[in-house]
């Protein structure tokens, strides 16, 4: 008998997670490593954020709340559905986690039984398929390409259907591909959704604000009213307003399910921080005018990363339509000799040589499913995006 559960045997852990920590073990151990595995905004929170969460403390909030969430908060959730995309939910759809990933954690194992398949478009962040794997369903993948802006067609969708088909996960603007779906796309994927009474849509909005070229930002069930009841929309303040560390996720959903994942919640982590969900309220209830800033800074910085790599020693950098990460194909790369002597083999041994020889942490493409590729996040400063691209170009260069 071993001492660890098998079940801890279907899943690894978060590849971004990992590249993370590693990047800031190095740092703390005094190497000169540009830190482009972040998958977080490199700003602080708003400080008129912070100050509801002391105030918060200050009177007293530092207790047990509600299990999914305040009513305040609750309600400002239902009035940013309303205000941003047009989506009645009522405070009775409204579950609040630590965290989107606790969210939709909680969606999937209160709705998948073992055998269930999930329709998951590659490339994908990177929990999506172990979550399902977790609480024993079946991870099914269409893979896209950048040729197709890493979207899926609705007959590659209805294609993947199958009678044991629960969900589909759809993540616009992407991690880790930038693609977002336009209004119009949605409404094709909801007219195949729409055949299938047993299917619903999970959709991860996290990235919403993040969209650039002036393009404009449609969720699924405000492209789809009718499938507005077989819809999950999952958002959080992470990325938004630069709250990773706050952890505070929600989601709007049909009644009976938040019913669920109060139930889920109430055995696993109780309720998300007091003081966070203060925060969130203000986040959410508050000014919002900083954010045109932040967005544009992380335009220009998309722009100058990809003006710096695209088609640079066959390098295919596509630029991203929206969050903050490039996917880049490194298919040239596969199969030259470091100095080193090393066979790059596969993304995975692209990234460690960037990381060992060049000092440069990045993510490898194996982790979201479209090889062969790496992730470049941009949530980082511009000094650190030239300094990060000489080395990757000069890491290119050295190859035979
Ligand atoms: N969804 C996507 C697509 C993400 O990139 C992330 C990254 N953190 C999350 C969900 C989870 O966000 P959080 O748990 O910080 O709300
Ligand atoms: N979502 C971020 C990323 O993709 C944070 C890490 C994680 O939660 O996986 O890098």
Known sequence: MTFIADRMDLIQPSPSIMAMARAKELIAAGVDVCNM????????TPPHIVEAAHAALLRGETRYTAVDGTAALKRAICAKFERENGLPYTPEQIS???GAKQVLFNVLSCTVNAGDEVIIPAPYWVSYPDIVRLNGGVPIV????ADVGFRITPAQLEAAITPRTKWLVLNSPNNPSGAIYSAQELVAIGAVVGRHSALHVLTDDIYEHLIYDGARYTSFAQAN?????????????????AMTGWRIGYAGAPKALVKAMEKLQSQTSGNPAAVSQAAALAALSGPMDFFEAWRQEFEARRNLIVSRL????DLKCPAPQGAFYVYVSCAAQIGKITPAGQTIRDDSDFVLYLLDAYQVATVQGAAYGVSPAFRISFATSIPTIELACGRILAACEALQ
């Not at 009213?225 to 307003?241: D, H, Q, Y």
């Open 37 to 44: 595995a972040a998958g977080e905004p490199d700003f602080p």
């Open 96 to 98: 609040v986690g630590a």
């Open 142 to 145: 269409i893979a896209t390409t």
């Open 225 to 241: 009213p009718s499938l507005f009841e077989r819809t999950v929309t999952v958002n959080g303040v992470s990325k938004a307003f």
């Open 310 to 313: 695209d088609g640079r020693f």
